[in-house]
């Protein structure tokens, strides 16, 4: 089969691989239908997650069609929908059983999928824990309606439900990247009295306002200004820090007002300076981490709902045989490009 593969520092390339088999009864092998490239992919691809094994597949954003479940599975059935998750989880250490499945104690946990081992730019995939790996798409949910769930669409309704939004909210959220516009779609079911995005780039400026007329946008230099002016409390009750730039940090917290929540969702490259004596007083609450990505179910149940919708994120598309070119114009955001849907083979 074809698989997108981590070949060295810098290099992705598309490879003849063996099927992948079942290695344990808890093991699920899925046929990718769809896939999508995030951010993390060209972290890998740049060598700046040294845990990223060299000759692994890459992809970690997938749904396909169950093709093999080991004995040991008991949620999905061959045959069955399903998206993928991107966090490996056993479901049953202490961490799991609070939710807290980012932090699985389990060998396996954590991001393995298109990381430490296969991952789903590729004709199949093997699903470790595949009762928690996989979720089961809805009859009504399509292949591409469902493509985000496991991934960027979990991280924005993860960050949306730690972030305690309220009616009265005004809720900030910086960046509107793939991720981002996920974070705005999960803050919007909460229905705050007003949402601000806060991006750089124009484009994607323009994106939000055709999608969603009801939110506003800023750029960030009048970003401090706009929200002091159009908030009651002198600043954001609560902030979404989705960019991960080089001053979107300072920005996120300049921004809330005293006893705000901050929820840090952005992977920085560098480390951040907290300065907390210029923050004294200020009382803020800081919620940082990577998904939890145990929502899964209820995220396909409210997008068979009609309460989100990611499909418009999906601006290209590419058979899996021209995923180098889909990594060209996505590393190099030409083409106003959001996110890819690459298709594997029909059968
Ligand atoms: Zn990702
Ligand atoms: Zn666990």
Redesign the pocket.
Known sequence: MLAYTYVEKGRFELREKPLPVLKDARDAIVRVTLSSICTSDLHIKHGSVPRAVPGITVGHEMVGVVEQAGAGVHSVRPGDRVAVNVET?????????HGY?N????PE?GWALGCRIDGGQAEYVRVPLADQGLSRIPETVTDEQALFVGDILATGFWAARISDITPEDTVLIIGAGPTGICTLLCAMLKQPERIIVCEKSSARRRFVQMHYPRVEVVAPEECPDYVLRHSRHGGADVVLEVAGAEDTFRLAWTCARPNAIVTVVALYDRPQVLPLPEMYGKNLTFKTGGVDGCDCDEILRLIAAGKIDTTPLITHRFPLEQIGEAYRIFENRLEHVIKVAVEGPRV
């Open positions: 989880f056993c479901g049953e250490c202490f961490f799991c059983r499945v932090n699985c104690t389990s946990g």
